[in-house]
T-cell receptor, first 114, second 113 residues
């Protein structure tokens, strides 16, 4: 069935280091990918997105890389801060494209050590 | 900054009772969604809604579930006869267009006893 998975359930990094969170998606026809951050007790918060016609997109301190050949998505966070501690989900939008349905991965917990 | 709001934040109900979860999407958004998240698990799609019609629904969204946009601002999810396994966080989301970012509300925690 459809699935979007993450390679590691928990990532622990030192404050100030760069973080890389990985995601494998299953549907090669998906055309839109999003990273969400979820803090405890809150809803998913949009971080950054990328469409399938791009390989890389940068935001403020975050970069998303898309490798369609191996169906891999990654989120890079530069100079990780304690406020970055949260669960990070990747999500993909598979076809058909007329419903907006997102399929989420399992989530990676990012722990930032001071 | 506009945001999606949801009420109540926590709903406790007895098994077999009906519940209505309410959402106010961002005002200029046209596409609306419900997702749920069982504790410790990933977020799961339930239903998408546009132009007063369901666009797609998942296998979870069976006959016990329904959605409605009763007026120009609210978007509701009704569970007719709740089951223990309906206990989860329910998130509403909205987007301007189909291909645009979905913004999520803070969620309603539903506890079925």
């Amino acid at each position: 069935g459809e699935s979007v998975g993450l390679h590691l359930p928990t990532l622990s990094v030192q404050e100030g280091d760069n973080s890389i969170i990985n995601c494998a998606y299953s549907n090669s026809a998906s055309d839109y990918f999003i990273w969400y951050k979820q803090e405890s007790g809150k809803g998913p918060q949009f971080i950054i997105d990328i469409r399938s016609n791009m390989d890389k997109r940068q935001g403020q301190r975050v970069t998303v890389l898309l490798n369609k050949t191996v169906k891999h998505l990654s989120l890079q966070i530069a100079a990780t801060q304690p406020g970055d501690s949260a669960v990070y989900f990747c999500a993909e939008k598979p076809p058909p494209s007329n419903t907006g349905k997102l399929i989420f991965g399992q989530g990676t917990t990012l722990q930032v050590k001071p | 900054e506009p945001e999606v709001t949801q009420t109540p934040s926590h709903q406790v109900t007895q098994m077999g009772q009906e519940v209505i979860l309410r959402c106010v999407p961002i005002s200029n958004h046209l596409y609306f969604y419900w997702y749920r998240q069982i504790l410790g698990q990933k977020v799961e799609f339930l239903v998408s809604f546009y132009n007063n019609e369901i666009s797609e629904k998942s296998e979870i969204f069976d006959d016990q579930f329904s959605v409605e946009r009763p007026d120009g601002s609210n978007f509701t999810l009704k569970i007719r006869s709740t089951k223990l396994e309906d206990s989860a966080m329910y998130f509403c989301a909205s987007s301007t267009r189909l291909a645009d970012t979905q913004y999520f509300g803070p969620g309603t925690r539903l506890t079925v006893l």
